[in-house]
């Protein structure tokens, strides 16, 4: 059974630091590029860092370049989203979402997580 799944989210002061953890299950973890996506009521779900399949290749979003890091322990089946700097515009619920195939020529597959609640306030 296919298995994605958040954690980590929690309620933090602005500019604080939190890690979101995402660990997956029931696919071959290497095969699929990982990523964060953002979301809050009433706006469009946002891109927020890539990191490529079998290589530590990464991309993020404007706004969270310099402050957030997502890095992957393909041994461990697991991503992570380092937040730093955080902003009270950083408040959302946080998906994890793998992209990829078991083999060569297979079609492409999509998983998503469930989310995790980030909340920056003071």
């Known amino acids: 059974q296919v298995q994605v799944m958040e954690s980590g989210g929690d309620l933090v002061q602005p500019g604080g630091s939190l890690r979101l953890s995402c660990a997956a299950s029931?696919?071959?973890?290497?095969?699929?590029?990982m990523s964060w996506h953002r979301q809050v009521p009433g706006k469009e779900r946002e891109l927020v860092a890539r990191?490529?399949?079998?290589?530590?290749?990464?991309n993020y979003a404007d706004s969270v370049k310099g402050r957030f890091t997502i890095s992957r322990d393909n041994a461990k089946n697991t991503v992570y989203l380092q937040m730093n700097s955080l902003k009270p515009e950083d408040t959302a619920v946080y998906y994890c979402?793998?992209?990829?195939?078991?083999?060569?020529?297979?079609?492409?597959?999509?998983?998503w997580g469930k989310g995790t609640l980030v909340t920056v306030s003071s």
């Open positions: 979402h793998a992209v990829g195939s078991e083999w060569t020529w297979a079609r492409m597959v999509h998983y």
């Open positions: 029931g696919f071959t973890f290497s095969r699929y590029a």
């Open positions: 990191i490529a399949r079998d290589n530590t290749s990464t």
